[in-house]
């Protein structure tokens, strides 16, 4: 299965700039109820996931040829799994809870 068919592209998803202070980002994430949000430069690369909390198992962002079983071993541990491009490029994130109904109802 292909990623792209559970992916919530970047133009949906809120996400920060690696030059954001950190007050924006948590302004941002507050605003809008999240405890993680992914951070890009200014270019579109993925840089890594802010969250409200220090977290050591935030897995790095995972490409669009990526397995459905790894892509539910990092929703584990995440509430969403950023998605990149084969040159890194940010492009959305998968949630937890699409990979979950996957599962559940894979038609």
Same mark, same amino acid.
């Given at each position: 299965? %292909? =990623?792209?068919?559970?992916? /919530?592209?970047?133009?949906?998803? /809120?996400?920060?700039?690696?030059? %954001?202070?950190? $007050? ?15 951070? #890009?430069?200014? !270019? ?7 969250? +409200?909390? #220090?977290?050591?198992?935030? &897995?790095?962002?995972? $490409?669009? &040829? =990526? ?6 071993? $990092?929703?584990? %541990?995440? &509430?969403?799994?950023?998605?990149? +491009? !084969?040159?890194?490029? @940010? ?6 809870? !699409?990979?979950?109904?996957? @599962?559940? +109802?894979? &038609?």
């Amino acid at each position: 299965m %292909n =990623v792209l068919m559970l992916l /919530k592209p970047k133009e949906t998803v /809120k996400y920060i700039y690696e030059t %954001n202070t950190l $007050r924006q980002g948590l302004e941002k994430m507050r605003a809008h109820s999240y405890t993680a949000i992914p951070v #890009i430069s200014e !270019d579109g690369k993925y840089v890594g996931t802010v969250s +409200d909390i #220090i977290r050591k198992d935030f &897995n790095p962002a995972v $490409r669009i &040829n =990526v397995s459905m079983d790894e892509l539910l071993r $990092r929703a584990v %541990n995440q &509430n969403f799994v950023p998605v990149t +491009d !084969d040159w890194g490029t @940010f492009i959305g994130i998968v949630t937890r809870q !699409d990979i979950i109904k996957h @599962f559940i +109802d894979p &038609n």
